[in-house]
């Protein structure tokens, strides 16, 4: 299996309405070198801003109390972050900025590509799952996937490093990895922790510009999401459903795996878990055509019969 990111929290703390007369009066400079852009890229990680509203607030701000914070401060990220933190009347709450230095320095230990200051590869995102005690073929990368929002598996945002771990106060690799252990323990029995870590692992394994994913992908993806050894596993005591949700679809489904498919089969496992007789099951329910498939077939399978031959209109 290949290798696998907040609202902007801070304009609860601004005087919105200063900022936004001030940016409708000023213009825009002209475009800033690749350095500077790379130095305001950090600026909108430690932030928690956008691009676009950094690219407001940074080059546009003028008046006595909100400098343009890069400029003025030499083009120091950090110095300028405390100016804009200073300026913009932020109060230090539960994201807690002092962290963002930490990290962004973590984050350069793994960025791999030189051309892109907001981004680690593939490389650099494997080293550190191992450095984080994470086995790529466990729950926890998935785990670490949704608190960082990783676009894509083996890619690693800036931003999404500095505000996932932010919000865990984890700014240092030991903090981290207790915090992976933590939330790898909590998944098993917090039901809301599994639902989002499971529909954010679809965002993970599409590949980009592709809505869906390979079959044999989301096999491999379901067999570590539902693994019995990750304390989510889809079996009863009579019933394993996950082998018996991958063999059907290795016999009887020729197509990839949307997200509607994806999302569906999680409240398929709900269901089986709590009635493995499959009693609540009703053709007529607004299941995916897959899903109503397999459900017969489990009716057949426990009444004894044979697997009902393929359908090609499926």
């Known amino acids: 299996m290949p290798a696998p990111f907040l609202p902007d929290a ?15 009066r000023l213009k825009m400079p002209s475009a ?8 305001l890229q950090q600026f909108v990680a430690i932030t928690s801003t956008t691009e676009r509203t ?27 972050a405390d100016g804009y933190y200073h300026s913009a009347g932020k109060i230090a709450s539960g994201y807690g900025r002092a962290d963002a230095p930490s990290l962004n320095e973590l984050f350069e230990k793994y960025r791999d590509d030189e051309s892109d200051a907001g981004r680690i590869g593939t490389d650099g995102t494997m080293l550190y799952m191992n450095d984080l005690n994470v086995r790529l073929d466990d729950l926890s990368v998935f785990i670490v996937g949704e608190v960082l929002q990783c676009p894509t598996m083996g890619e690693i945002t800036r931003e999404g490093f500095v505000q996932g771990w932010t919000k865990l106060s984890a700014d240092t690799l030991p903090k981290q990895q207790v915090a992976v252990a933590n939330l790898r323990t909590e998944i098993a029995q917090n039901d809301e922790l599994f639902k989002r870590v499971y529909k954010y692992t679809f ?15 989301a096999i491999e993806y379901w067999r570590t999401v539902f693994a019995p050894s990750g304390g989510r596993g889809w079996f009863s005591e009579k019933t394993n459903f996950l082998d018996q949700w991958l063999a059907y679809l290795e016999r009887d489904w020729k197509k990839s795996v949307n997200r509607d498919m ?41 009444a004894g019969d044979a697997p009902a031959e393929q359908d090609d209109n499926m």
Request: proline content about 4%.
């Open 10 to 24: 801070w304009r609860r703390y601004l005087n919105i309405p200063l900022f936004q007369e001030t940016f409708l």
């Open 32 to 39: 800033y070198s690749s350095e500077h852009k790379a130095k």
């Open 54 to 80: 950094a690219a407001k607030g940074i080059r546009r701000l003028t008046l006595h109390t909100n400098p343009q914070f890069l400029k003025v401060h030499g083009w120091d990220v950090e110095r300028a």
């Open 203 to 217: 965002d993970l394994a599409r590949q980009p510009q592709q809505k869906s994913i390979d079959l044999a992908a």
């Open 262 to 302: 994806w999302n569906m089969t999680y409240e398929f496992y709900t269901r089986t878990l709590a009635d493995d007789s499959l009693a609540w099951w009703d053709e007529m329910g607004a299941w995916p055509s897959v899903i109503d498939g397999f459900a017969v077939y489990l009716k057949r399978q426990n």
